[in-house]
């Protein structure tokens, strides 16, 4: 099974950038559909973003859509978040998650199977 680590987060002002990066161990990260999600204080976890197993398909939140960029280095076993024109709305933990089937439900939490711990982004205003 895939360990996932996240880091990159941080407090920024508003309109600044963030890039995020999931680092993948234990197994090739080129086996598994990749997301990001967040959890903003005493709100459920939402679906971000997500990419295929060889980054030729992203999907978005509507809410992220423009902003943020979903990428992947599979040479590298990393996917990354790149958050751009962030608004005190993104403040929020940020997971990475790992998808080994293919599932059809990608904006669903249930849709994968393996986590990281998060990391915190900060956006003030």
């Known amino acids: 099974q895939v360990q996932l680590v996240e880091s990159g987060g941080g407090l920024v002002q508003a309109g600044g950038s963030l890039r995020l990066s999931c680092a993948a161990s234990?197994?090739?990260?080129?086996?598994?559909?990749m997301g990001w999600f967040r959890q903003a204080p005493g709100k459920e976890r939402e679906f971000v973003a997500r990419?295929?197993?060889?980054?030729?398909?992203?999907y978005y939140a509507d809410s992220v859509k423009g902003r943020f960029t979903i990428s992947r280095d599979n040479a590298k076993n990393t996917v990354y978040l790149q958050m751009n024109s962030l608004k005190p709305e993104d403040t929020a933990v940020y997971y990475c998650?790992?998808?080994?089937?293919?599932?059809?439900?990608?904006?669903?939490?249930?849709?994968?199977?393996?986590w990281g711990q998060g990391t915190q982004v900060t956006v003030s205003s």
């Open positions: 998650a790992a998808d080994p089937i293919g599932r059809s439900d990608i904006a669903s939490r249930n849709a994968y199977d393996y």
């Open positions: 990419i295929s197993y060889r980054g030729g398909s992203t």
């Open positions: 234990g197994r090739a990260l080129s086996s598994y559909n």
